[in-house]
């Protein structure tokens, strides 16, 4: 079942993953934009409207950790999704303190991605549904 067009930021200095991502998320029905570098993140015009961000740990020009913190300086706390090469317990506890909602290790295995920003959708679909019902 598609998201309803759900929009998805991906940043990933790797064009190939970038284009890989967003063929297989569009096949989903998401909407997704990709950005080679945080600073192209920051600059999306729709970044407000973002429901999950996925976010390369090792990107050169800003690291995924880095730009998480710039959203949150922001006031956009949007969920994310942190990719990495190697998912060790201390990236592991250094993106749970960061409020990463999950960490996905490299290469990405089946529908790992779909499945996570499914339960992400999912999850806030829920937590509006509640906020509607408490006003």
Not at 43 to 59: E, G, H, M, T
Not at 83 to 112: C, F, Q
């Amino acid at each position: 079942m598609p998201f309803q067009r759900d929009l998805i930021l991906i940043v990933d200095e790797d064009q190939a993953v970038r284009d890989s991502l967003q063929f297989a998320l569009q096949l989903e029905g998401l909407c997704v934009h990709v950005h080679r570098g945080g600073f192209g993140l920051l600059a999306d015009p729709d970044l407000s409207q973002a429901r999950c961000v996925i976010l390369d740990d090792r990107n050169p020009s800003m690291d995924g950790f880095a730009l998480l913190s710039r959203l949150n300086a922001l006031n956009l706390n949007v969920p994310a999704i942190l990719l990495t090469s190697h998912a060790t317990p201390r990236i592991k506890a250094r993106a749970n303190a960061a409020g990463v909602r999950m960490v996905l290790e490299k290469p990405l295995m089946d529908n790992a991605l779909a499945d996570n920003i499914r339960l992400i959708l999912g999850s806030a679909r829920d937590a509006d549904r509640h906020a509607s019902l408490d006003t």
